[in-house]
Protein backbone atom coordinates (compact mmCIF):
# COMPACT_ATOMS: atom_id res chain seq x y z
CA UNK A 1 0.00 0.00 0.00
CA UNK A 2 1.99 3.53 -1.00
CA UNK A 3 1.86 6.17 1.64
CA UNK A 4 1.44 9.50 1.27
CA UNK A 5 1.72 12.25 3.52
CA UNK A 6 -0.29 15.63 2.77
CA UNK A 7 0.71 19.36 3.71
CA UNK A 8 -1.70 20.76 6.02
CA UNK A 9 -3.36 24.45 4.09
CA UNK A 10 -1.28 26.69 6.19
CA UNK A 11 1.99 24.70 6.56
CA UNK A 12 5.02 27.03 6.61
CA UNK A 13 6.98 25.64 3.73
CA UNK A 14 7.56 28.06 1.27
CA UNK A 15 11.09 28.61 1.34
CA UNK A 16 11.78 31.69 -0.13
CA UNK A 17 11.62 34.93 1.81
CA UNK A 18 10.76 38.13 0.76
CA UNK A 19 12.83 41.16 0.07
CA UNK A 20 11.93 42.71 2.69
CA UNK A 21 9.62 42.00 5.92
CA UNK A 22 5.95 41.66 4.95
CA UNK A 23 2.78 41.89 7.05
CA UNK A 24 2.40 37.94 6.94
CA UNK A 25 5.30 37.57 9.15
CA UNK A 26 4.04 39.58 11.95
CA UNK A 27 1.30 38.38 14.30
CA UNK A 28 -2.08 41.34 13.87
CA UNK A 29 -3.56 42.97 17.08
CA UNK A 30 -4.66 45.86 15.39
CA UNK A 31 -7.26 44.26 13.02
CA UNK A 32 -11.03 45.41 13.68
CA UNK A 33 -12.17 41.80 13.29
CA UNK A 34 -14.61 40.83 16.30
CA UNK A 35 -12.82 37.25 16.52
CA UNK A 36 -9.04 38.92 16.95
CA UNK A 37 -8.63 39.89 20.14
CA UNK A 38 -6.42 42.90 19.48
CA UNK A 39 -5.02 46.37 20.93
CA UNK A 40 -8.76 48.20 20.73
CA UNK A 41 -9.64 46.39 24.53
CA UNK A 42 -8.15 47.09 27.61
CA UNK A 43 -6.58 43.85 28.40
CA UNK A 44 -3.37 43.11 27.98
CA UNK A 45 -1.84 39.87 25.70
CA UNK A 46 0.23 37.64 27.31
CA UNK A 47 2.68 37.55 24.42
CA UNK A 48 5.40 34.92 23.41
CA UNK A 49 8.13 37.52 22.88
CA UNK A 50 10.64 34.38 21.52
CA UNK A 51 10.80 33.90 18.09
CA UNK A 52 10.01 29.78 17.47
CA UNK A 53 12.94 28.31 15.90
CA UNK A 54 10.63 25.73 14.00
CA UNK A 55 13.13 24.61 11.50
CA UNK A 56 15.87 24.23 13.98
CA UNK A 57 19.76 25.34 12.26
CA UNK A 58 18.32 26.36 9.32
CA UNK A 59 21.88 26.63 7.60
CA UNK A 60 23.18 23.87 4.81
CA UNK A 61 26.94 24.45 4.22
CA UNK A 62 29.69 22.68 6.56
CA UNK A 63 30.39 19.52 4.01
CA UNK A 64 33.43 21.55 2.18
CA UNK A 65 34.74 22.27 6.00
CA UNK A 66 34.32 18.89 6.78
CA UNK A 67 36.31 17.21 3.68
CA UNK A 68 38.22 19.84 2.04
CA UNK A 69 40.58 22.50 2.54
CA UNK A 70 40.57 26.59 1.79
CA UNK A 71 43.31 28.17 0.22
CA UNK A 72 44.47 31.16 -0.90
CA UNK A 73 45.34 32.30 -4.71
CA UNK A 74 45.93 35.57 -7.02
CA UNK A 75 45.32 34.94 -10.26
CA UNK A 76 42.13 34.54 -12.45
CA UNK A 77 42.00 30.69 -12.48
CA UNK A 78 43.93 27.74 -11.07
CA UNK A 79 45.71 24.86 -13.45
CA UNK A 80 46.74 21.66 -11.84
CA UNK A 81 47.40 18.16 -13.40
CA UNK A 82 47.00 14.45 -12.47
CA UNK A 83 48.79 11.28 -12.91
CA UNK A 84 48.24 9.27 -16.07
CA UNK A 85 47.90 5.29 -15.39
CA UNK A 86 51.53 3.89 -15.25
CA UNK A 87 50.36 0.25 -17.19
CA UNK A 88 49.04 0.36 -20.81
CA UNK A 89 44.96 -0.93 -21.33
CA UNK A 90 43.17 -0.10 -24.38
CA UNK A 91 39.75 -0.56 -26.23
CA UNK A 92 40.07 -1.95 -29.61
CA UNK A 93 38.04 -3.66 -32.58
CA UNK A 94 38.92 -7.11 -34.50
CA UNK A 95 39.57 -5.79 -37.83
CA UNK A 96 40.34 -9.19 -39.67
CA UNK A 97 40.78 -12.34 -37.18
CA UNK A 98 42.21 -14.08 -40.54
CA UNK A 99 45.47 -11.91 -40.21
CA UNK A 100 45.57 -11.14 -36.89
CA UNK A 101 45.08 -7.83 -37.37
CA UNK A 102 43.38 -5.34 -34.32
CA UNK A 103 42.43 -1.40 -34.89
CA UNK A 104 42.84 0.46 -32.28
CA UNK A 105 40.25 3.25 -30.72
CA UNK A 106 43.14 5.93 -30.78
CA UNK A 107 46.30 6.39 -32.70
CA UNK A 108 47.37 7.74 -29.57
CA UNK A 109 48.75 4.39 -27.85
CA UNK A 110 51.38 3.55 -26.68
CA UNK A 111 51.63 -0.68 -27.54
CA UNK A 112 55.18 -1.61 -29.62
CA UNK A 113 56.41 -4.43 -31.75
CA UNK A 114 57.76 -6.76 -29.24
CA UNK A 115 55.26 -6.28 -26.42
CA UNK A 116 53.03 -9.63 -25.09
CA UNK A 117 49.59 -8.68 -25.00
CA UNK A 118 46.14 -10.09 -23.60
CA UNK A 119 43.81 -9.88 -25.97
CA UNK A 120 39.79 -10.28 -24.45
CA UNK A 121 36.53 -10.15 -26.18
CA UNK A 122 33.11 -10.89 -24.76
CA UNK A 123 33.92 -14.62 -25.79
CA UNK A 124 37.42 -15.52 -25.03
CA UNK A 125 40.61 -14.52 -24.37
CA UNK A 126 44.10 -14.90 -25.85
CA UNK A 127 47.69 -13.79 -25.17
CA UNK A 128 49.80 -13.07 -27.92
CA UNK A 129 53.13 -11.47 -29.15
CA UNK A 130 53.29 -7.92 -31.12
CA UNK A 131 54.70 -8.47 -34.51
CA UNK A 132 54.08 -5.25 -35.90
CA UNK A 133 52.35 -1.56 -35.12
CA UNK A 134 51.29 -0.08 -38.78
CA UNK A 135 48.69 1.91 -40.66
CA UNK A 136 45.46 0.13 -40.60
CA UNK A 137 44.40 0.52 -44.21
CA UNK A 138 41.41 3.12 -43.52
CA UNK A 139 43.15 6.08 -42.42
CA UNK A 140 46.52 7.24 -44.23
CA UNK A 141 49.09 7.62 -41.64
CA UNK A 142 47.63 6.43 -39.09
CA UNK A 143 49.14 3.77 -36.84
CA UNK A 144 46.04 2.58 -35.59
CA UNK A 145 46.54 -1.52 -36.70
CA UNK A 146 48.46 -3.90 -34.35
CA UNK A 147 49.37 -7.46 -35.63
CA UNK A 148 48.89 -9.76 -32.95
CA UNK A 149 50.26 -13.81 -32.99
CA UNK A 150 48.81 -16.24 -30.52
CA UNK A 151 51.23 -17.64 -28.40
CA UNK A 152 48.95 -20.91 -28.31
CA UNK A 153 46.74 -22.75 -30.47
CA UNK A 154 43.99 -20.31 -30.42
CA UNK A 155 44.03 -17.74 -32.33
CA UNK A 156 42.42 -14.37 -33.02
CA UNK A 157 39.85 -16.33 -35.69
CA UNK A 158 37.69 -17.26 -32.22
CA UNK A 159 37.22 -13.52 -32.35
CA UNK A 160 34.49 -12.28 -34.68
CA UNK A 161 35.34 -9.42 -36.99
CA UNK A 162 34.02 -6.11 -36.13
CA UNK A 163 33.29 -7.02 -32.27
CA UNK A 164 35.31 -4.93 -29.94
CA UNK A 165 38.17 -6.28 -27.54
CA UNK A 166 40.28 -4.99 -24.79
CA UNK A 167 44.14 -4.47 -25.65
CA UNK A 168 46.46 -4.61 -22.27
CA UNK A 169 50.28 -4.87 -22.69
CA UNK A 170 51.96 -7.17 -19.95
CA UNK A 171 55.37 -7.38 -20.84
CA UNK A 172 57.93 -8.08 -23.21
CA UNK A 173 59.82 -10.36 -25.67
CA UNK A 174 63.13 -10.86 -27.49
CA UNK A 175 65.39 -13.06 -28.90
CA UNK A 176 68.86 -13.33 -28.25
CA UNK A 177 71.11 -10.96 -30.06
CA UNK A 178 68.38 -8.82 -30.84
CA UNK A 179 68.26 -4.79 -31.12
CA UNK A 180 67.06 -2.59 -28.70
CA UNK A 181 63.66 -0.72 -28.76
CA UNK A 182 63.02 1.11 -31.34
CA UNK A 183 60.41 3.57 -29.67
CA UNK A 184 59.80 4.99 -26.15
CA UNK A 185 56.51 5.15 -24.06
CA UNK A 186 56.58 9.11 -22.72
CA UNK A 187 53.96 9.65 -19.78
CA UNK A 188 51.12 11.99 -20.65
CA UNK A 189 50.36 15.38 -19.16
CA UNK A 190 46.80 15.85 -18.40
CA UNK A 191 46.04 19.56 -16.66
CA UNK A 192 42.63 20.41 -15.66
CA UNK A 193 41.78 24.59 -14.93
CA UNK A 194 38.90 26.49 -13.10
CA UNK A 195 38.44 29.89 -12.38
CA UNK A 196 36.43 31.52 -9.37
CA UNK A 197 33.67 33.33 -9.77
CA UNK A 198 32.57 36.57 -7.67
CA UNK A 199 29.29 36.03 -5.54
CA UNK A 200 27.41 39.03 -4.01
CA UNK A 201 24.54 40.08 -1.32
CA UNK A 202 23.35 43.29 -0.39
CA UNK A 203 21.09 44.14 2.90
CA UNK A 204 20.08 47.57 3.62
CA UNK A 205 17.25 49.28 5.78
CA UNK A 206 16.58 53.06 6.55
CA UNK A 207 17.98 54.69 9.88
CA UNK A 208 13.92 54.86 10.54
CA UNK A 209 13.72 51.30 10.73
CA UNK A 210 17.14 50.30 12.05
CA UNK A 211 16.16 52.83 15.00
CA UNK A 212 12.51 50.77 15.91
CA UNK A 213 12.02 48.87 18.67
CA UNK A 214 9.69 45.77 17.98
CA UNK A 215 7.76 42.97 20.32
CA UNK A 216 9.76 39.90 18.98
CA UNK A 217 12.71 38.82 20.46
CA UNK A 218 14.61 37.56 17.23
CA UNK A 219 17.63 34.98 17.27
CA UNK A 220 19.41 33.46 14.75
CA UNK A 221 22.07 31.22 13.33
CA UNK A 222 24.81 34.30 13.38
CA UNK A 223 24.12 34.58 17.29
CA UNK A 224 22.35 37.98 16.51
CA UNK A 225 19.29 38.44 19.10
CA UNK A 226 17.35 40.79 20.76
CA UNK A 227 14.28 43.18 19.63
CA UNK A 228 15.46 45.07 16.90
CA UNK A 229 13.96 43.53 13.77
CA UNK A 230 17.19 44.80 11.70
CA UNK A 231 19.29 42.33 13.35
CA UNK A 232 17.69 39.29 12.16
CA UNK A 233 17.06 40.38 8.65
CA UNK A 234 20.81 41.16 8.57
CA UNK A 235 22.54 38.51 10.59
CA UNK A 236 19.38 36.12 7.87
CA UNK A 237 20.99 37.54 5.13
CA UNK A 238 24.68 36.88 6.31
CA UNK A 239 23.71 33.77 6.67
CA UNK A 240 22.41 32.70 3.52
CA UNK A 241 25.03 34.21 1.63
CA UNK A 242 27.60 31.94 3.66
CA UNK A 243 25.32 28.99 2.56
CA UNK A 244 25.63 29.79 -1.41
CA UNK A 245 29.20 30.08 -1.08
CA UNK A 246 29.12 26.68 -0.35
CA UNK A 247 25.86 25.44 -2.74
CA UNK A 248 28.21 27.62 -5.72
CA UNK A 249 30.31 25.10 -5.33
CA UNK A 250 28.43 22.37 -5.18
CA UNK A 251 26.06 22.88 -8.14
CA UNK A 252 27.96 25.26 -10.35
CA UNK A 253 28.61 24.63 -14.05
CA UNK A 254 30.93 26.05 -16.78
CA UNK A 255 29.66 28.01 -19.46
CA UNK A 256 29.30 24.98 -22.10
CA UNK A 257 26.77 26.22 -25.07
CA UNK A 258 24.82 28.77 -23.46
CA UNK A 259 24.54 31.45 -26.28
CA UNK A 260 21.50 33.03 -24.61
CA UNK A 261 23.89 34.28 -21.57
CA UNK A 262 26.68 34.89 -23.31
CA UNK A 263 24.59 37.17 -25.65
CA UNK A 264 23.67 38.84 -22.23
CA UNK A 265 26.95 39.17 -20.72
CA UNK A 266 30.31 37.65 -22.39
CA UNK A 267 31.52 37.91 -18.71
CA UNK A 268 29.63 35.36 -16.67
CA UNK A 269 30.96 31.81 -18.18
CA UNK A 270 30.47 29.86 -14.63
CA UNK A 271 32.76 27.57 -12.48
CA UNK A 272 32.75 23.78 -12.11
CA UNK A 273 30.80 22.60 -9.54
CA UNK A 274 31.59 19.38 -7.64
CA UNK A 275 28.29 17.48 -8.73
CA UNK A 276 29.64 18.83 -12.44
CA UNK A 277 32.87 17.50 -11.96
CA UNK A 278 32.13 14.08 -10.66
CA UNK A 279 29.67 14.13 -13.84
CA UNK A 280 32.62 15.22 -16.25
CA UNK A 281 35.16 12.80 -14.89
CA UNK A 282 34.16 10.71 -11.73
CA UNK A 283 31.95 8.07 -11.36
CA UNK A 284 27.73 7.66 -11.12
CA UNK A 285 26.01 5.16 -9.61
CA UNK A 286 22.46 4.33 -8.91
CA UNK A 287 20.28 3.75 -5.56
CA UNK A 288 22.45 1.51 -3.63
CA UNK A 289 19.42 -0.96 -2.10
CA UNK A 290 21.58 -3.90 -1.34
CA UNK A 291 24.68 -5.10 -0.98
CA UNK A 292 24.71 -6.08 -4.86
CA UNK A 293 24.71 -2.75 -5.75
CA UNK A 294 27.38 -1.93 -2.88
CA UNK A 295 29.37 -4.48 -4.63
CA UNK A 296 29.41 -2.77 -7.72
CA UNK A 297 30.81 1.02 -6.16
CA UNK A 298 33.38 -1.75 -4.43
CA UNK A 299 34.75 -3.22 -7.89
CA UNK A 300 34.62 0.44 -9.52
CA UNK A 301 36.93 1.83 -6.83
CA UNK A 302 39.15 -1.05 -7.57
CA UNK A 303 39.90 0.20 -11.09
CA UNK A 304 40.65 3.61 -9.91
CA UNK A 305 43.04 4.54 -6.92
CA UNK A 306 41.18 2.58 -4.22
CA UNK A 307 41.45 4.88 -1.55
CA UNK A 308 40.66 2.68 1.30
CA UNK A 309 38.82 5.86 3.44
CA UNK A 310 35.54 7.29 1.89
CA UNK A 311 33.17 9.47 3.48
CA UNK A 312 29.70 9.05 2.57
CA UNK A 313 27.19 12.04 2.34
CA UNK A 314 23.48 10.74 1.66
CA UNK A 315 19.92 11.95 1.44
CA UNK A 316 17.67 10.38 4.10
CA UNK A 317 16.13 8.06 0.97
CA UNK A 318 19.87 6.75 0.51
CA UNK A 319 20.97 6.45 4.38
CA UNK A 320 17.49 4.79 5.60
CA UNK A 321 18.57 1.90 2.67
CA UNK A 322 22.05 1.54 3.19
CA UNK A 323 21.26 0.89 7.46
CA UNK A 324 18.48 -1.39 5.96
CA UNK A 325 21.49 -3.12 3.96
CA UNK A 326 23.84 -3.48 6.85
CA UNK A 327 21.20 -4.59 9.29
CA UNK A 328 20.76 -7.63 7.52
CA UNK A 329 24.25 -8.53 6.67
CA UNK A 330 25.62 -9.56 10.85
CA UNK A 331 27.84 -12.17 10.37
CA UNK A 332 28.42 -11.71 6.96
CA UNK A 333 31.18 -9.25 4.80
CA UNK A 334 30.25 -6.44 6.57
CA UNK A 335 32.10 -5.09 9.12
CA UNK A 336 32.66 -2.92 11.87
CA UNK A 337 36.14 -2.21 12.67
CA UNK A 338 36.04 1.57 12.69
CA UNK A 339 33.98 0.75 15.80
CA UNK A 340 35.93 -2.49 17.28
CA UNK A 341 33.22 -4.64 15.92
CA UNK A 342 30.72 -3.29 18.12
CA UNK A 343 27.53 -4.20 15.94
CA UNK A 344 25.37 -2.21 18.87
CA UNK A 345 27.45 0.88 18.49
CA UNK A 346 27.26 1.07 14.75
CA UNK A 347 23.77 0.18 14.19
CA UNK A 348 22.02 2.68 16.39
CA UNK A 349 19.43 3.30 14.18
CA UNK A 350 21.71 5.19 12.27
CA UNK A 351 25.48 4.28 12.15
CA UNK A 352 28.29 6.09 11.38
CA UNK A 353 30.88 3.44 9.66
CA UNK A 354 31.26 0.30 8.07
CA UNK A 355 33.70 -1.83 6.19
CA UNK A 356 33.50 -3.94 3.41
CA UNK A 357 36.34 -5.81 1.54
CA UNK A 358 39.39 -3.52 2.32
CA UNK A 359 37.57 -0.38 2.34
CA UNK A 360 35.53 2.31 5.38
CA UNK A 361 32.74 3.93 4.71
CA UNK A 362 31.82 7.15 7.30
CA UNK A 363 28.03 7.49 6.37
CA UNK A 364 25.86 11.13 7.85
CA UNK A 365 23.02 12.34 6.57
CA UNK A 366 23.51 15.63 4.39
CA UNK A 367 21.01 18.38 5.44
CA UNK A 368 21.56 20.15 1.94
CA UNK A 369 19.94 16.99 -0.09
CA UNK A 370 17.19 16.92 2.44
CA UNK A 371 16.06 20.64 2.81
CA UNK A 372 13.08 21.18 0.97
CA UNK A 373 14.50 24.55 0.27
CA UNK A 374 17.81 23.13 -1.54
CA UNK A 375 18.08 19.93 -2.93
CA UNK A 376 15.64 18.16 -1.01
CA UNK A 377 12.87 20.38 -2.71
CA UNK A 378 13.90 18.96 -5.91
CA UNK A 379 10.97 17.63 -8.18
CA UNK A 380 12.28 14.74 -9.40
CA UNK A 381 10.42 11.61 -11.82
CA UNK A 382 9.79 9.07 -9.29
CA UNK A 383 10.31 5.72 -9.78
CA UNK A 384 6.78 4.51 -9.39
CA UNK A 385 4.09 3.97 -12.44
CA UNK A 386 2.83 7.25 -11.94
CA UNK A 387 5.75 9.20 -13.49
CA UNK A 388 4.30 11.92 -11.52
CA UNK A 389 6.94 14.81 -9.71
CA UNK A 390 7.06 13.79 -5.93
CA UNK A 391 10.26 15.49 -5.29
CA UNK A 392 11.94 12.25 -2.95
CA UNK A 393 14.65 12.25 -4.46
CA UNK A 394 14.69 9.44 -6.06
CA UNK A 395 15.22 11.00 -9.56
CA UNK A 396 18.13 13.14 -8.38
CA UNK A 397 20.90 13.14 -6.53
CA UNK A 398 21.08 10.63 -3.39
CA UNK A 399 24.33 11.33 -2.47
CA UNK A 400 27.74 11.40 -2.56
CA UNK A 401 31.15 8.76 -1.79
CA UNK A 402 34.13 11.22 -1.19
CA UNK A 403 37.58 9.40 -0.73
CA UNK A 404 39.05 10.69 2.32
CA UNK A 405 43.63 11.67 2.83
CA UNK A 406 44.85 13.65 0.35
CA UNK A 407 46.25 13.93 -3.35
CA UNK A 408 49.79 14.38 -4.56
CA UNK A 409 49.44 16.45 -7.75
CA UNK A 410 51.83 19.33 -9.28
CA UNK A 411 50.91 23.08 -8.68
CA UNK A 412 51.50 25.18 -11.86
CA UNK A 413 51.77 27.98 -10.11
CA UNK A 414 54.49 27.43 -7.31
CA UNK A 415 56.03 24.50 -9.81
CA UNK A 416 56.03 21.93 -7.49
CA UNK A 417 54.21 19.06 -6.46
CA UNK A 418 51.76 18.90 -3.78
CA UNK A 419 49.67 17.21 -0.99
CA UNK A 420 46.17 18.54 -0.79
CA UNK A 421 43.29 17.27 -0.11
CA UNK A 422 40.95 16.07 -2.83
CA UNK A 423 38.87 18.82 -2.39
CA UNK A 424 39.78 22.07 -1.28
CA UNK A 425 38.57 25.76 -2.30
CA UNK A 426 40.36 28.40 -3.76
CA UNK A 427 39.46 32.04 -3.00
CA UNK A 428 41.19 34.75 -4.25
CA UNK A 429 43.23 37.17 -1.82
CA UNK A 430 46.90 38.94 -1.93
CA UNK A 431 48.96 41.12 0.48
CA UNK A 432 46.34 43.70 0.68
CA UNK A 433 42.83 42.07 -0.08
CA UNK A 434 41.01 38.81 1.08
CA UNK A 435 38.17 38.17 -1.03
CA UNK A 436 37.67 34.90 1.17
CA UNK A 437 34.25 36.21 2.63
CA UNK A 438 34.32 39.98 2.21
CA UNK A 439 31.88 42.32 4.28
CA UNK A 440 31.29 46.01 4.93
CA UNK A 441 29.08 48.42 5.59
CA UNK A 442 27.92 51.96 4.12
CA UNK A 443 25.30 54.58 4.42
CA UNK A 444 24.83 56.86 7.63
CA UNK A 445 23.61 54.50 10.36
CA UNK A 446 26.40 54.17 13.18
CA UNK A 447 29.87 55.51 11.12
CA UNK A 448 28.95 57.92 8.64
CA UNK A 449 30.60 56.80 5.60
CA UNK A 450 27.38 58.57 2.92
CA UNK A 451 24.41 60.89 3.21
CA UNK A 452 22.18 58.13 2.43
CA UNK A 453 20.06 57.86 5.31
CA UNK A 454 20.36 53.63 5.24
CA UNK A 455 22.20 51.37 6.32
CA UNK A 456 23.74 48.90 3.79
CA UNK A 457 25.69 45.88 4.44
CA UNK A 458 27.60 44.55 1.44
CA UNK A 459 28.68 40.62 1.30
CA UNK A 460 31.62 39.54 -1.81
CA UNK A 461 33.47 36.10 -2.15
CA UNK A 462 35.28 35.28 -4.99
CA UNK A 463 36.16 31.27 -5.29
CA UNK A 464 36.37 28.15 -6.88
CA UNK A 465 36.40 24.05 -5.89
CA UNK A 466 39.13 22.03 -6.81
CA UNK A 467 38.59 18.56 -7.26
CA UNK A 468 41.67 16.34 -7.63
CA UNK A 469 41.32 12.79 -8.30
CA UNK A 470 37.23 13.07 -9.49
CA UNK A 471 37.91 9.37 -10.80
CA UNK A 472 37.81 8.64 -7.29
CA UNK A 473 34.54 9.86 -6.50
CA UNK A 474 31.14 8.28 -6.85
CA UNK A 475 28.01 10.15 -7.53
CA UNK A 476 24.67 8.54 -6.40
CA UNK A 477 21.37 9.27 -8.41
CA UNK A 478 18.30 7.43 -7.84
CA UNK A 479 17.22 7.25 -11.53
CA UNK A 480 19.75 7.47 -14.88
CA UNK A 481 17.43 6.68 -17.31
Not at 193 to 218: F, R
Not at 283 to 298: K, P
Request: net charge negative; charged share 20%.
Amino acid sequence: MAHYITPGGSLNSTPAPTKQAAAGNYLDFTSADASSNNWAQQYVPDLMEKEAEVFGNRTVSGFLAQVGAEEAMASDQVVWSEQGRLHLSYGATMKTAASNLIVMDSVDHGVRVGDTVVVSSAAVTIKGYVSAVAIDGDAAGDKLGITVLAYTAATLAAITNTHKVNVFVYGSEYAKGSGGRGDVIAPKFKSYTNKPIILKDKYEISGSDASAIGWVEVSGEEGQNGYLWYLKASGDTKARFADYCEMSLLEAEKLDGGTALTAHNADITGTEGLFAAITDRGNISTQVEAMIDFDAILKEFDKQGSIEENMMFVNRTQALDIDDMLAGQSGSGAAYGVFNNDVDMALNLGFSGFRRGSYDFYKTDWKYLNDVATRGGVLDTDNGADATPEGDGLGGILGVIVPAGVSSVYDQGLGRNLKRPFLHVRYRASGLESRKMKTWTTGSVGAVTSDIDAMEMHFLSERCLVVQGANNFMLLKGNLA
